[in-house]
């Protein structure tokens, strides 16, 4: 069985995104039209394009071509849009933007999505699952609009979304954006971008082009934001006020992407969920990495080609190697670290919304590893070390029994990993944001426990999905048959709140009085929750 180190990080980084302007097809400014007012004049369909039958569904014109979407309730939904090149074209290199094309465009299903690393997802996820063809021709995203009118200047909202930097997709089920468009009067998008070995490997040895190896992943996001600048006003949206949100690795590349020069303008709001991206990985670190995967590739004997290797080899190379990709330092996209020693210059004007789960590590490590619900005082501290590293294990293990007497073992493993590796971090970046003066910090701490399989999973890693986007109906498997539609209704509406005005509707976060929303069935502002944990956590390293 694999150590509780690896499958933590494993479970963390690998479980659980100028020039002529849009116009409508209409002569003046962008609309939905039907397709009988347009067919003629772009000399019919192409394979692979909008069918004839399709007359009256809605379509917008983007600065590479015509796109065809579908009506989804009081939203309309795009789906698959490219916003770049095929990748593997440009491996390891940025890529560009896509190629033009003639006609309508059917953008009314998801595009492939980039290949993925196997971790594997525990039960609770089961609901969300939507696998889609993978393929380095995954460089597309998907808006979701309550209407196409260019007056509408509607805030848009750019989700990035979860796995790491290694697996997950825009096609999860819960990342359906129709129903916070239409409620929360903005415009979502959801990005496939780059992933694994294809996104990170860092391999500047093989020329100047590949300089950037270590942030293809990262210059993917990019190009997306720079697609919605671009594009998103023939869409009902406003260019000039876009939140990028994201959780788990969705928070930390939101985290990246706010130290990434390149990004800055493109986004106006961050919010970051469950991950807090502190630190990149060094050249040095990444060097030993790619060397790792190398030792990893079946090439019979030789140095393989990692160029022309087959993606799903490369891939699975990287899976026997153990390797997480994290963005790399490499003094060019990412010219330092996110939040270390401190906030990056450049977020100064960016408000950021920022928090975690109550018990992140019950699902993200749990269940990856349910015998971790046996634990025993006696093998707790060897479970518990290697989580921690720096830790004084036995002072922790004693003072969280002192608090509450009544626990498990497996409840003070779960406590202690989940405060010292995520809330702790959370902590670190809003204290350190606040500290660079500039736009406000808020925290929450989501605190709802689900019924599902008894309430043993409680507020595990990922439980706010449902409530975020709204989502209640696709989200079973990790909320239960009966949510609280009422903390689903506040939770989204202040994220939509935040993403509108720049503020989710409770103090901002000062590290004298740390007011913090805690989401519950009777959700309230608490000063300094848990302040004997964050004591207790205060002198480790957050990195």
């Given at each position: 069985m694999?150590?509780?180190?690896?499958?933590s990080r494993?479970?963390?980084?690998?479980?659980?995104a100028?020039?002529?302007s849009?116009?409508?097809l209409?002569?003046?400014?962008?609309?939905?039209?039907?397709l009988?007012?347009v067919?003629?004049?772009?000399?019919?369909?192409?394979?692979?394009?909008?069918?004839?039958?399709?007359?009256?569904?809605?379509?917008?014109?983007?600065?590479?071509?015509?796109?065809?979407?579908r009506r989804?309730g009081?939203?309309?939904?795009?789906?698959?849009?490219?916003?770049?090149?095929?990748?593997?074209l440009?491996?390891?290199?940025?890529s560009?933007?896509?190629p033009?094309?003639d006609?309508?465009?059917?953008?009314?299903?998801?595009?492939?999505?980039?290949?993925?690393?196997?971790?594997?997802?525990?039960?609770?996820?089961?609901?969300w699952?939507?696998?889609?063809p993978?393929?380095?021709?995954?460089?597309?995203?998907?808006?979701?609009?309550?209407g196409?009118?260019?007056?509408?200047?509607?805030?848009?909202?750019?989700?990035f979304?979860?796995?790491?930097?290694?697996?997950g997709?825009?096609?999860?089920?819960?990342?359906?954006?129709?129903?916070?468009?239409?409620?929360?009067?903005?415009?979502?998008?959801?990005?496939?971008?780059?992933?694994g070995?294809?996104?990170?490997?860092?391999?500047?040895?093989?020329?100047?082009?590949?300089?950037?190896?270590g942030?293809?992943?990262?210059?993917?996001?990019i190009?997306a934001?720079?697609?919605?600048r671009?594009?998103?006003?023939?869409f009902?949206?406003?260019?000039?006020?876009?939140?990028?949100?994201?959780?788990?690795?969705g928070?930390?590349?939101?985290?990246?992407?706010?130290?990434?020069?390149r990004?800055?303008?493109?986004?106006?709001?961050?919010?970051v969920?469950?991950?807090s991206?502190?630190?990149?990985?060094?050249?040095?670190?990444?060097?030993?990495?790619?060397?790792?995967?190398?030792?990893?590739?079946?090439?019979?004997?030789?140095?393989p080609?990692?160029?022309t290797?087959?993606f799903?080899?490369?891939?699975?190379a990287a899976?026997?190697?153990?390797v997480?990709f994290?963005?790399?330092?490499?003094?060019?996209t990412?010219?330092r670290?996110?939040?270390?020693?401190?906030?990056?210059?450049?977020?100064?004007?960016?408000?950021?919304l920022?928090?975690t789960?109550?018990?992140?590590?019950?699902?993200?490590?749990?269940?990856?590893?349910?015998?971790?619900?046996d634990?025993?005082?006696?093998?707790?501290p060897?479970?518990l070390?290697?989580?921690?590293?720096g830790?004084?294990v036995?002072?922790?293990?004693?003072d969280?029994?002192?608090?509450?007497?009544?626990a498990?073992?497996?409840?003070v493993?779960?406590?202690?990993?989940?405060?010292?590796?995520?809330?702790?971090?959370?902590?670190?970046?809003?204290?350190?944001?606040?500290?660079?003066?500039?736009?406000?910090?808020?925290?929450?701490?989501?605190?709802?426990?689900?019924?599902?399989?008894?309430?043993r999973?409680?507020s595990?890693?990922?439980?706010?999905?449902?409530?975020?986007?709204?989502n209640?109906?696709?989200?079973?498997?990790?909320?239960?048959?009966?949510?609280?539609?009422?903390?689903?209704?506040a939770?989204?509406?202040?994220?939509?709140?935040?993403?509108?005005?720049?503020?989710?509707?409770?103090?901002?976060?000062?590290?004298?009085?740390?007011?913090?929303?805690?989401?519950?069935?009777?959700?309230?502002?608490v000063?300094?929750?848990?302040?004997?944990?964050?004591?207790?956590?205060?002198?480790?390293?957050?990195?």
């Amino acid at each position: 069985m694999p150590s509780p180190t690896s499958l933590s990080r494993r479970a963390a980084l690998g479980g659980l995104a100028t020039g002529l302007s849009s116009v409508g097809l209409s002569s003046v400014g962008l609309s939905s039209v039907g397709l009988s007012s347009v067919g003629l004049a772009f000399g019919g369909l192409a394979s692979g394009r909008a069918a004839a039958a399709d007359l009256g569904a809605p379509v917008v014109a983007t600065r590479h071509g015509q796109v065809l979407g579908r009506r989804a309730g009081a939203a309309t939904v795009f789906q698959g849009i490219p916003y770049g090149a095929d990748t593997a074209l440009r491996r390891f290199m940025p890529s560009g933007p896509p190629p033009a094309w003639d006609g309508v465009r059917d953008a009314r299903a998801f595009g492939p999505i980039a290949p993925q690393m196997r971790p594997g997802r525990p039960s609770i996820y089961s609901s969300w699952a939507n696998p889609q063809p993978e393929s380095e021709d995954c460089l597309n995203l998907n808006v979701y609009t309550p209407g196409l009118d260019a007056s509408g200047r509607r805030p848009v909202m750019v989700w990035f979304h979860g796995g790491g930097f290694v697996s997950g997709s825009s096609a999860l089920r819960y990342a359906d954006g129709a129903r916070l468009a239409a409620k929360g009067e903005v415009v979502v998008v959801t990005v496939n971008h780059r992933l694994g070995a294809l996104g990170y490997l860092f391999v500047p040895e093989l020329g100047a082009a590949y300089a950037d190896s270590g942030n293809a992943g990262t210059s993917d996001m990019i190009l997306a934001l720079e697609w919605v600048r671009d594009n998103i006003s023939g869409f009902g949206g406003d260019p000039a006020n876009v939140t990028i949100f994201g959780q788990s690795g969705g928070g930390a590349k939101v985290s990246t992407l706010m130290a990434a020069p390149r990004a800055r303008g493109l986004f106006h709001k961050a919010i970051v969920q469950s991950s807090s991206n502190i630190r990149g990985t060094t050249p040095a670190e990444a060097r030993g990495q790619t060397e790792r995967v190398l030792a990893a590739v079946d090439a019979g004997g030789g140095r393989p080609d990692v160029r022309t290797l087959p993606f799903g080899d490369l891939s699975a190379a990287a899976d026997r190697a153990g390797v997480l990709f994290n963005p790399v330092v490499d003094g060019r996209t990412l010219p330092r670290h996110p939040f270390e020693p401190d906030a990056p210059p450049g977020s100064e004007d960016v408000p950021l919304l920022i928090g975690t789960t109550k018990d992140e590590t019950v699902g993200l490590i749990g269940g990856f590893d349910t015998s971790l619900f046996d634990l025993t005082w006696a093998t707790l501290p060897s479970h518990l070390g290697p989580l921690l590293p720096g830790a004084d294990v036995t002072k922790i293990v004693a003072d969280l029994r002192r608090r509450a007497p009544d626990a498990t073992a497996a409840d003070v493993f779960f406590r202690a990993t989940t405060e010292g590796q995520y809330r702790r971090r959370a902590i670190a970046q809003a204290e350190r944001k606040v500290a660079q003066g500039g736009a406000p910090v808020f925290m929450y701490l989501f605190a709802w426990e689900t019924p599902v399989d008894g309430g043993r999973w409680k507020s595990s890693h990922s439980i706010e999905h449902g409530f975020v986007f709204d989502n209640l109906d696709v989200s079973a498997s990790m909320v239960g048959a009966d949510p609280p539609q009422a903390l689903a209704d506040a939770v989204s509406s202040a994220w939509v709140r935040f993403a509108r005005s720049g503020s989710p509707g409770w103090p901002a976060f000062d590290p004298a009085t740390r007011e913090t929303m805690i989401f519950d069935t009777a959700s309230k502002v608490v000063s300094d929750p848990g302040r004997a944990d964050r004591l207790l956590f205060a002198g480790l390293s957050p990195e």
